[in-house]
């Protein structure tokens, strides 16, 4: 069986998603400070905390793929942030020999709410989707966008 890690940047926080049951969110910054001060820490620090982080997991998980999503941002802060993101996340792939895709934000929306109403909705109403399809709770939305990438590539069959 192809092993799928499923991934979610974001410029604060990054979901990942293996398998049923198998996830987590990866902190860049410390999330006992305000979202102001949050902001402050340097991308070049949270890049640093990504790419030590991921390097475990990937060790731990041994994908054979590595699929992110790709994200629409505005703004040219968030947008170095994600592309740097980006960047770490096909490094670490690539230490560990596994393959990389991406698949855009808007190609995962559509599937899911081609799947339930409500997945079009708030993502207070997408939780409860997910977790009642799945039979999975995630902690944070970048975990719940992990895990629906993951449940949209194995649908696709589009790697292995």
Known sequence: MTRILAIDPGSN????????????????????????????????HRLGILARKLDGYLRYIQP???????????????????????????????????????????TLRKWAAARATEA????????????????VTPKTEHELDACVLWHFIQEQGEVG
């Open 64 to 106: 054979d793929f590595v699929v992110y999503e790709e994200q629409f941002v505005r703004g040219g802060a968030a947008t170095k942030a994600l592309f740097g993101a980006v960047g770490v996340i096909e490094a670490a792939a690539f230490q560990v020999n596994a393959g990389v895709m991406s698949v855009p934000q808007s």
């Open 13 to 44: 926080e990054v979901g990942l998603y293996w398998g049923p049951g198998q996830s987590t969110t990866l902190y860049l910054t410390d999330m006992s400070l305000s979202k102001s001060k949050r902001a402050k820490t340097p991308r070049s």
């Open 120 to 135: 079009q909705a708030t993502p207070k109403r997408l939780y409860a989707w997910v977790a009642r399809s799945f039979d």
